[in-house]
């Protein structure tokens, strides 16, 4: 028997052996004993090894491949039942969700809240609240107004939402200017947000813990990313869009009475008219917020009534339209406060209150919402509806 052959032999024994410990398919030395010897083994012999030890090898390597993919599949059903069964679970995608909106977000890092030390006489600050300053912004050429200014207000004990529609034409005291102007000269006149949020604060003796702002047309965007929305309007309200340029595209002036869908371009019109009464026979700048918060509303409507994979898309759309302070802690706790209570309903108000203001006409401003005389009511009323307290 030549010497290549009791090699070769070995050398396949061997690697059976290493590979498997526990294998079964040959004793060598029993083997080696009962193997004839003097005689080379055949070509045949010999591919007959060669195929029984790779059918062991991938024998082998298919066992792991399972052991593996089962062990993977456990582990994925244990963290899916831990992250939607359980608090911890459920607190850490709720951190995820909000480092991502923070990431997404256009921010501003100019404009910071900070926790007051002491609250002064006649404020309200509750930890437990968090005011958050909605602004849709006109921009026009190189100028820029606040032509919506909206408190969406959260209290995280309870999941409730309010929305406060600050009147633009509140005639009231410009933080850091020295003069007394309408509300929405604050942003277009001094130090942009921050003037605003001061000016608001200073009034009515609240706290603005962020601010989040959207131009003309990234309002359109989101409305339309979601599809329109569906608003109640009267037969003076769709005469007065179709035959004005509220609705600048002049397609989309094709409105009729009654509940309407409407697209971008069409709710944005609708937003700003204020010289025909709404459906409840509200006029003037009362009637263009309520058609802001009407809009709000259904945007809130559609918006949760999603497949929870269309929330995702429409979320990561949305965010990149809006400019923002807000903190990821702040976020954090608002989707908790939402998640936890299921928050289904808008609370609603405007500021100054109805029957809280006078109108009257200012040399050099025009007409404005005087709230002389007014004040302290208007704080009370506004301070219960954040805080549920007044300090008034």
């Keep these: 028997m030549s010497r290549y052959d009791d090699e070769y032999y070995d050398d396949v024994e061997r690697s059976l052996r290493r590979r498997y410990s526990d294998d079964d398919y040959y004793d060598s030395r029993e083997e080696r004993n009962r193997r004839p010897r003097g005689r080379r083994l055949s070509k045949k012999e010999r591919a007959r090894l060669e195929k029984e030890r790779k059918q062991k090898i991938r024998l082998k390597k298919r066992k792991r491949r399972i052991r593996i993919i089962f062990t ?3 582990c994925l059903f244990f963290l899916v039942i831990f992250l939607l069964f359980t608090k911890p679970g459920h607190n ?27 609250v002064p006489k006649g404020w309200v600050y509750d930890e437990n609240v968090i005011n958050v300053l909605l602004v849709g912004i006109e921009r026009n050429g190189g100028a820029a107004n606040t032509d919506s200014m909206i408190i969406v207000s959260q209290d995280l004990k309870t999941g409730k ?3 406060v529609s600050l009147l633009r034409d509140t005639y009231v005291d410009i933080s850091g200017l020295n003069v007394k102007r309408k509300l929405n000269y604050a942003y277009s006149h001094g130090d942009g947000m921050k003037t605003l949020i001061d000016t608001i ?25 979601l599809g329109g929305v569906s608003v ?17 595209n002049p397609s989309n002036r094709n409105l009729s009475s009654g509940t309407v869908k409407m697209n971008g371009n069409q709710a944005l019109g609708y937003c700003r008219v204020r010289k025909v009464p709404t459906v409840e026979g509200v006029n003037n700048d009362y009637g263009r917020t309520l058609r802001q918060r009407k809009v709000l509303s259904s945007l809130f409507d559609k918006y949760k009534s999603q497949k929870f994979t269309d929330i995702l898309s429409t979320t990561n759309s949305v ?18 406060a939402y998640t936890d209570h299921r928050t289904d309903s808008l609370n609603q108000l405007m500021i100054p209150a109805e029957g809280k203001f006078s109108p009257e006409n200012v040399d050099g401003v025009g007409a404005v919402l005087s709230i002389d005389g007014f ?15 007044s300090a008034v």
């Design 72 to 74: 993977v599949v456990l």
């Design 92 to 118: 850490f995608i709720l951190r995820l969700a909000s480092r991502y909106v923070k990431s997404t977000v256009r921010q501003d890092d100019t404009v910071s809240f900070e926790k007051p030390k002491t």
């Design 161 to 163: 939402i309010t929305l």
């Design 201 to 225: 604060q200073n009034t009515y003796h609240v706290f603005i813990n962020a601010y989040m702002s959207v131009d003309y047309d990234s309002f359109e965007n989101i409305i339309d990313m």
């Design 232 to 248: 109640e309007i009267s037969e003076k309200e769709a005469d007065y869009l179709n035959t004005t340029n509220y609705i600048s």
């Design 319 to 336: 965010l990149k339209s809006v400019t923002t302070n807000i903190s990821s802690d702040d976020i954090y706790n608002m989707l908790k």
């Design 375 to 389: 004040e302290e009511e208007n704080i009370s009323i506004l301070q219960q509806a954040l805080y549920g307290k």
